[in-house]
């Protein structure tokens, strides 16, 4: 099978590498180019803890093979706190908002679109955006606080 | 886990790019769009095709257009872009409320209603919606285009009125004539799930018209021509939505599978009739519960 030669962005950087067309985002960005934030959870588009942002917009990298982003954008968690803890981050943490941490990622990622596009978000409106994160230590209440309290006006 | 399955994968940057790619692949090849529902089988080993020809750089794909109340929806357009778009809220909307709740956020994101309706299976959420509205599907092929009804296209568990050398370009929506209103019910075990367990579409016309299109009930999602005739004109007071809801043992076929036993999914699609009809109604007549309202 061809290798296809990749290049996209990478919370800014350039990245070039080959894969081949099976090869899926999630795998390629924990084994080939060590980003470790996306988690593999369930691998089939329920749990959101592979979730990446591409072009700005929270997606599955379970469900997308690497050779589809070629020229594209993505940040993952590694990139939004490149320059120490951004806001929301720091909220979880006063909020002691998660215990084993492996929807971390996933949440953080899929609350900074949904704040993005919307800065005070309700209480519903935090619910519906995280309704695809699934957490299993938690029970939600910490984060929904952490963000509720972060976005007040 | 990574695939085992190997495949090529293409990229064409032209319609006749992706027709010539389909032609040449006779029937080996699968088109991709957000691919939320693609790669899983390929993973699950349900689907194994030698290529994949990814309609993503088709920028012609990506409209999303409404004007004189005609909804053109490309097959490159993904749910969120649906929900967001004021046209489909204010003229179309079955499509807000059902876009709305399509799995979650970060798969609605990537997911098309064209990809939703190729994959085809029994509880796909567009389905239904697209039946009420009696959507106009366009497919392109090696000899040229052809329309669809949204009526024609469901054959099967799986299985759609597509060619393999086709592919499903967009959907067509009109707006329906005069006063409107309607309801997506979808019964699900959370929200953010993909999978309905049962599923109801109702839209109500000022002409007095009900249309009702079920889905997770049968091996496709169909329209139920008998109630729409006992409620033709009709106000659905309670007596009636008995009426109507006696009928769905003869026109429903719900199995049982884990996700929900047959007695239950068709207990709930009652629920849904004693509950949408009525929020159909009122919306009809400009008040009942905001789009987006679960009723269930
Ligand atoms: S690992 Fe991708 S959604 Fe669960
Ligand atoms: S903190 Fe453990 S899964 Fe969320």
Redesign the interface.
């Known amino acids: 099978m061809k290798k296809h030669t990749i290049t996209f962005r990478l919370n800014g950087e350039p990245c070039t590498l080959d894969v081949e067309a099976n090869e899926l985002l999630l795998d390629v960005l924990r084994d080939k180019v060590g980003v470790k934030s996306p988690k593999a959870g369930c691998e089939r588009g329920d749990c959101g803890s592979c979730t990446i942002l591409l072009e700005g917009k929270s997606v599955r990298s379970c469900l997308i093979l690497a050779v589809e982003v070629d020229g594209q954008e993505i940040t993952t968690v590694e990139g939004l706190s490149r320059n120490g803890l951004t806001p929301l981050q720091q909220a979880f943490l006063n909020h002691n908002s998660f215990q084993c941490g492996f929807c971390a990622p996933g949440m953080v990622l899929t609350v900074t679109e949904l704040l993005e596009k919307n800065p005070h978000p309700s209480k519903e409106e935090i619910q519906e955006a995280i309704a695809g994160n699934l957490c299993r230590c938690t029970g939600y209440q910490p984060i929904i606080d952490a963000v509720l309290e972060l976005t007040k006006k | ?9 293409e ?1 064409p940057d032209t319609l006749s790019g992706v027709l010539d790619a389909l032609a040449r692949c006779g029937g080996r090849a699968r088109v ?1 769009a957000g ?2 529902d693609l ?2 089988w ?3 080993d349900l689907i194994a095709p030698d290529v ?1 020809i ?1 309609l ?1 750089a088709l920028d012609e794909l990506k409209v999303l257009h409404c004007a004189d109340g005609v909804l053109q929806i490309g097959a490159g357009v993904t749910f ?1 872009q649906l929900l967001e778009s004021d046209a489909v809220r204010s003229d179309f909307p079955l499509v807000f409320e059902m876009a709305g709740r399509v ?5 609605r ?2 997911a098309t209603m064209a990809g939703n309706i190729c994959s085809a299976v029994p509880c796909n959420d567009s389905g239904p919606v697209l039946l009420v509205y009696e959507a106009t599907l366009h497919v392109a092929g090696p000899t040229g285009t052809r329309d669809l009804s949204a009526l024609e296209w469901f054959l099967g568990p799986r299985k759609t009125a597509l060619q393999p050398d086709e592919v499903l370009t967009g959907i067509t929506l009109k707006k329906p004539e005069g006063r409107h209103g309607g309801c997506w019910l979808k019964l699900g075990r ?5 999978l309905a367990q049962a599923s109801t579409a109702i839209l109500m016309l000022e002409n007095g018209e009900t249309r009702i299109a079920f889905g997770s009930v049968a091996p496709v999602p169909l329209r139920a021509p008998a109630m729409e005739a006992l409620l033709k004109g009709r106000t659905p007071d309670a007596a009636l939505i008995a009426q109507a809801q006696a009928m769905l043992s003869d026109l429903i076929t719900p199995i049982t599978d884990v996700r929900a036993s047959l007695e239950y999914r068709l207990h709930m699609v009652g629920v849904m009739l004693e509950r949408g009809l009525p929020a159909a109604a009122e919306r009809m007549n400009g008040n009942g519960p905001d789009y987006g309202t679960t009723l269930i």
């Open positions: 886990m990574t695939i085992a399955h190997r495949f090529d994968y990229r991709l691919g939320t790669i899983g390929i993973r699950e994949l990814d993503k969120n799995a979650s956020n970060g798969v994101n990537r959370y929200k953010g799930e993909d």
